[in-house]
């Protein structure tokens, strides 16, 4: 399953129906932010994965608590949110008010609201992983190439499919910033975690946009 599929497919559905009836936040915006974490939260856990040390913990946690298993049951979506907000503070570190801070902006999920709903949806982006790394038969000394890999066959899709509905989605919340950007909000995401291509560097210059935004929090990340 690609990560394009986690966006659109039924997971999303029942995430974002889960939040919204938990949070009273629109569907929209819930799709909006798991379209922009799961590459953001990807993209940290490739970088921390170049540590060896970083890569054998992670490697241990997916194999311990996420088979993937949460995809498709979404009863474990509340049950495990206070693992979410832990997931999040590993991941990110210090970075995580600032994270959140940017995301609660773009989004307008209120800050109160943001870091909760983050940790929601935090062990179903942990819980794709791991489903990915069984059927890619990885080790710690793998995740590297398959976290990259994931976001490079995201961002591929995501060029091709210059109209889709999550674009739609993605247009509608991030609001006027994406009137400055490409047309296709789900690529520029995209590439703003993988470094940027021409397109993005552009759009840096021209500023605005959600992966510029992106791009000057995650310091090159």
Not at 21 to 35: C, D, E, H, S, Y
Request: glycine share 16%; proline share 2%; no cysteine.
């Amino acid at each position: 399953m690609s990560l394009l599929d986690l966006l659109t497919g039924n997971t999303s559905n029942q995430v974002a129906e889960k939040a919204e009836n938990k949070f009273g936040i629109n569907r929209n915006q819930i799709i909006a932010l798991l379209a922009v974490a799961a590459p953001l939260i990807i993209s940290y856990l490739r970088n921390k994965s170049q540590d060896a040390k970083e890569a054998e913990a992670l490697n241990n946690a997916l194999d311990k608590d996420h088979d993937g298993s949460i995809l498709n049951d979404s009863s474990q979506l509340e049950a495990r949110e206070s693992e979410g907000g832990s997931i999040l503070s590993h991941i990110f570190g210090g970075d995580k008010q600032n994270v959140e801070n940017q995301l609660s902006q773009n989004t307008g999920i209120s800050i109160d609201k943001i870091g909760p709903v983050l940790a929601m949806l935090a062990p179903v982006i942990m819980g794709y992983i791991g489903k990915e790394k069984q059927q890619s038969n990885v080790g710690a000394g793998g995740l590297g190439d398959l976290l990259g890999g994931i976001l490079g066959n995201a961002s591929n899709q995501a060029q091709a499919q210059q109209s889709s509905p999550l674009n739609d989605i993605l247009g509608s919340v991030l609001g006027g910033g994406q009137s400055q950007s490409s047309g296709n909000p789900l690529n520029d995401i995209l590439g703003s975690v993988l470094g940027g291509g021409n397109n993005n560097n552009q759009q840096n210059q021209q500023g605005g946009g959600l992966g510029d935004i992106l791009g000057s929090f995650l310091g090159g990340k």
